[in-house]
C-alpha cells in the first residue's frame, strides 16, 4: 500500500519530456519520461533527497533541489537534458537554504536564499552558464520568486503565515503591487503579457482570481465558494487554470481571460492538486498532480481538444476494496462552532475504534490525500477520523483565526468536543479511542492525553511540539518570526506559552504513548521529543521513542516510513486493539 509518489511535474522546453520527483526507488529522487508516453529513468543515482526538477523555458536545461538527510538546506544542481557529465552544483553552502525559484530564459534562473542572514531571504538571479550571480532585492524580512520571464521577476513577502505582499521587479527598483492596510494573503500568481494574475483574499473571506495592471485598480476577475489556490496562465495567455478547494477537495477550472468564461475541469477522482498545473509549450494540454486516497499520488495530462483526462505515471490502482470511500461529516464544538471532519474505515464490518488525526500547521486543513498510514490504519480495521478543528484553513478568513495566540485552548477543546462526540453518537467506545498528529498536530496529541488522559487510549506523536518556548528558541531562525505571530511571542507571551505546553504537565499523561522523531529536523528541533521522553520515563510512564538520525520533519525514506508507520500500526493494535486483525496489512503491504 506504500506505493511509489510522483510529483512536481515540469516540462521540457519543446514539450518533448517530462520530469517530475519519484521516491519509486525508496528516496525521492529526479526522473523524466517522454511526455507523450514511455519508460521512465531516473536522472540521479544520488542517495539524498530531490524536493523539486525545473526545466528551463528553452533550452535544454535542468535545476533540481537536494538536501541531506532531510534537513531542508535545499542546494541547487544543474543538468542537461543529454545527461553529459552528469549533475553540477552551482550552490554549495551546506548551511544555507536555497529555495527554487523560476528561469527567466536557457540560462537565468532565480531563486531566494537565506546566506546573508540566517534569518531573512533575499531572491537572486544566477548564471548556469557561468555560475555567476547578483542580487535581485534584500528585505529583512522573507522573499520568494513566484515567477519570472525575460524581463520580469514576481516575488511574494511573507510578513506572516497569512499576510503577504508581491513585487515585480522589471526595469529599475522593485514595485510593490499589493500596499494594504492589515492582512492579505496572496496563494499563488501568474505573469501575463498586460501584468499579473493573483489568487488572494484583500478584504474577502475567500482568495478570488484578481487581475493586479499597472495604473489600474485590482480586478476581480472570478471569485468561487471557497479559495483560489493555486493558477497557471498558458502559453499564449487566453486562459488561466485555476485549482479551487472546495471543503478541502480540489476543482480545476479555466477561465478565459478575454471573456470571463469559466470551464470546469473533470478529475478522475476526489482529491487535492496541490500545485498550479503546468501547460504544454503549445497549449494544447496541462499536466496536474493529484493526490487521492484512490489513486495515490500521480501526474495527469489534460488534453484542450477532446477534454480526457489519462494518467502518465504508474498506471494508477484503486483504493483498496476493504477501504471505504471518504465522507464529510460534522460536529458541533461545546461553544455552538460548528467543526467539519473526514473520515473512512474499513467497507465491511463494524470498525475495531476509532483514530483522530489532528493536522499540522496550525495553517493547514485535513483533506482528502492520498496518505499511506492513514489508508494502512483503515485497512487493519480502525474508522479514522480527520477533524479540521478552528484554526484551519479553507473555511475563511474569521475561522483560520480563531485558534490565535491565547485562543489556543480552545482549539485544544474542540478535539475534547470531537472525543465526546464519537463517543455519545456511537461511533466509538471508551477506551477505543486513539490519537495520532505530526507537527503542530503533534504538540495537538501531546497536550490531548495531558489535558484529558481518560479520553484517549493510545496516542502517537510524530515530529511534534512539547514546550512551545523551547521549540520558538530552537527552530530555525527564519521561522521564528512568522511562527510567532500564530504562538505568541517570547516577549510578551512566554507565560502563557509555558501553561499550555504539555512538558509542564507531564504530570497528567497516563496514556500509552509512541514518539517518531528525525534527528536533523530544522523546524521543530530532535530536543522536543526527547524532553518529553525523558520526562515520561523518569515517572515510568508508558512511552516508546522512534529517532531516525537520518530523516527530518518527517519520514521522507521509504524504509524509515515502513519502520516508523509499521510501528504505529502495532503500537494501536497493542494499546487499543488487543493485537492486530487477522488479515490485516503489515506496514510494508
Known sequence: MDRPLSS??????????????????????????????????RLSRALERAGSVLAARSGDAVIVSQDRGANEHWQLLLWSRDGVGGARAITDAPSVIHSPGAWRDDHRFTFSSNERDARFFDSYEIDVRTGGRRRIHQLDSRLAVVAADAGRVLEAEAHTPLDHDLYLISEGAPRLLTPHSGEQTVFGADLTPTGVLVATNPEREFAALFAYREGRTPELLRAYPGDVEALRTDPVAQTVAVVVNRDGASEVHLVDLATGEDRRVPLPAVGVVPSAPVWWPDASAFVFELSSPQLGVELWKWDRGTGATTPLTHGPAPLPRTVSDWSLVSYRASDGLPIPYWEFGPRDGAPRGTIVVAHGGPESQARPRFVPHHLMLAARGWRVVFPNIRGSTGYGRTYVHLDDVRRRPDALRDLRDLADHLVASGKVSPGRLGIYGASYGGFLVLASI?????????AVDVVGISNLVTFLQNTGPWRRKLREAEYGSLESDREFLEAISPIHRVDRITTPLLVIHGANDPRVPIEEAEQIVAALRARGRPVEFLRFDDEGHGLVRRANRVEGFGAMLDFFDRYLGNGAPAGGPRAAD
Open 8 to 41: 512536481d511535474p515540469s516540462l521540457s522546453a519543446d514539450g518533448q519530456w517530462l520530469y517530475y520527483v519519484s521516491d519509486r526507488e525508496g528516496v525521492p529522487q529526479p526522473w523524466r519520461q517522454p511526455a507523450r508516453g514511455g519508460p521512465a529513468e
Open 450 to 458: 495531558a489535558a484529558d488522559p481518560e479520553r484517549w487510549g493510545a
